[in-house]
């Protein structure tokens, strides 16, 4: 008797375990420091993981890169969080790209650090928006910029969303980079 009462008590606690981690769930593989303590990314967040996030390294901003998910914005406004919704979704690049380079600026405003910007699994648009604060807001080359996501498991030779990323940067890097710099140094 004493053993099933024993047994019944672990179950239980092992149930209770489980429904709190469930509800605190957290996608570690997709969140990421890009600049300790004022830039990170990942995938969208459930209420209270994106609490604890919010509460753990004291965010300023979040920018959400896909259809934002229930509540997100309800809690950033309780907790007293700039929030950002600027979708990654049209197909045409000039469109992407506009977008890409208004990311680019919230993220690097030290008035809105320490900021979170996201997507749905914190992937290809999260790439896209960290490449082009590289190559935008900090003066990387595409190629530096490639190999910091490569450093996290992008790989623009693989087919699938990780090409369609790669080629989309490389053409960012043509259109807006490199073009950039040519008419700047045009003779006026």
Known sequence: ?????????VASLGAVVGVTAAKDQV???NFRTVEGGAIYRGGEQRVWPLMR??????LRTIVCLA???PGEQAVADSLGVRWFYV????????ATFDRLEKIAGIVADPANQP????CNRGVYRSNLAQ???RMKSCGWPLQRALDELEAAGFDPAARGGDSSCGELLARYHRERVVAQVVLSTAPH
């Open 1 to 9: 008797m004493r053993l099933r009462r024993t047994w019944l008590w």
């Open 27 to 29: 996608w570690p593989n």
């Open 53 to 58: 996030l919010i509460r753990r390294h004291r």
């Open 67 to 69: 259809d934002p998910p």
């Open 87 to 94: 979708p990654i979704n049209d197909s045409a690049a000039a």
């Open 115 to 118: 900021v979170f910007f996201h």
């Open 131 to 133: 490449a082009v604060y």
